[in-house]
């Protein structure tokens, strides 16, 4: 057969306009993250000589999204899925 004939031409994209999450410093007070990360996850610790020092790095939304399902037990996204939305797609 001739390429592309049963099926298009293979497309690859990136979508830049992510939605902004919650910063590791609120997630560690939630406790959803180790009291650790507000340290380790921290821009421009090395100019401050201080605990939490510098700014806490803000995840995107599917990011923080992740980390709160995960760390809830949930192994996957289908085991969230309330029953009402069995028939929908995922």
Not at 40 to 50: C, P, S, V
Not at 54 to 81: C, N
Request: glycine content about 6%; some cysteine.
């Amino acid at each position: 057969m001739w390429a592309g004939f049963l099926w298009p031409a293979q497309l690859i994209q990136l979508n830049l306009s992510f939605t902004l999450g919650e910063p590791i410093d609120a997630l560690a007070e939630a406790g959803v993250l180790h009291q650790e990360c507000r340290r380790i996850f921290h821009r421009d610790k090395e100019k401050h000589n201080a605990v939490n020092a510098g700014t806490s790095l803000r995840l995107q939304r599917h990011h923080s999204e992740a980390i709160r399902i995960a760390t809830a037990g949930y192994h996957h996204l289908r085991d969230r899925v309330r029953p009402s939305d069995q028939e929908r797609p995922i």
